[in-house]
T-cell receptor
Framework: GQSLEQPSEVTAVEGAIVQINCTYQ??????LSWYQQHDGGAPTFLSY????GLEETGRFSSFLSRSDSYGYLLLQELQMKDSASYFC??????????FGTGTRLQVTL | DARVTQTPRHKVTEMGQEVTMRCQPI?????VFWYRQTMMQGLELLAY????????DSGMPKDRFSAEMPDATLATLKIQPSEPRDSAVYFC??????????????FGPGTRLTVT
């Protein structure tokens, strides 16, 4: 089976940097994905890491350490619009995704 | 731009009624997923298809749920009979197979189902 753990909530100030961690246990590992979901909206893809290291896409970066079964999403220069839930997910066979429970990020002034 | 569409966006129905949700995947995507999201259970995979063939529906209550892809442009999820515990947001997502770089899933806007 597969399981993923994330903090349930994180609060940060506008303009700051925040890191959302994810630890996983999987029977087979293909990579770690991150999705963003605003209240009332649908999940949208942010990033995918198949290999160890840091992937940067604008203000967002994602890191993976396969030996530690650990990854994180790093959000820089936080904006109010970044307030959302963030899910890590691991694809299984046939690209089937198992999602973590999600981290609710609240950005304050 | 290409996007996954779902209908209806909202559905309120009484317990015991049949509910059918429809999804049009992005043209060219060969993998279609159905998810259910609730506060208690989070995002759960119900079923998914590759090239219209069901690959896995183990997440779905078989006695009342059924999923089909009558053609490449339409996926359906049916609940019969519906129960209050089925109240949730149902998402359809589409993507490509892993061998085609299919690690990204594109989600539709969801169907918010309320069963009273």
């Amino acid at each position: 089976g597969q399981s993923l753990e994330q903090p349930s909530e994180v609060t940060a100030v506008e303009g700051a940097i925040v890191q959302i961690n994810c630890t996983y246990q999987t029977s087979g590992f293909y990579g770690l994905s991150w999705y963003q979901q605003h209240d009332g909206g649908a999940p949208t893809f942010l990033s995918y890491n198949a290999l160890d290291g840091l992937e940067e896409t604008g203000r967002f970066s994602s890191f993976l350490s396969r030996s530690d079964s650990y990854g994180y999403l790093l959000l820089q220069e936080l904006q109010m619009k970044d307030s959302a839930s963030y899910f890590c997910a691991v694809p299984g066979t046939a690209s089937k995704l198992t999602f973590g429970t999600g981290t609710r990020l609240q950005v304050t002034l | 731009d290409a996007r996954v569409t779902q209908t209806p966006r909202h559905k309120v129905t009484e317990m015991g009624q049949e509910v059918t949700m429809r999804c049009q995947p992005i043209l060219g995507h060969n993998t279609v997923f159905w998810y259910r999201q609730t506060m208690m259970q989070g995002l759960e995979l119900l079923a998914y298809f590759r090239n219209r063939a069901p690959l896995d529906d183990s997440g779905m209550p078989k006695d009342r749920f059924s999923a089909e892809m009558p053609d490449a442009t339409l996926a359906t999820l049916k609940i019969q009979p519906s129960e209050p515990r089925d109240s949730a947001v149902y998402f359809c997502a589409s993507g490509l197979a892993p061998g085609q770089g299919g690690y990204e899933q594109y989600f539709g806007p969801g169907t918010r189902l309320t069963v009273t």
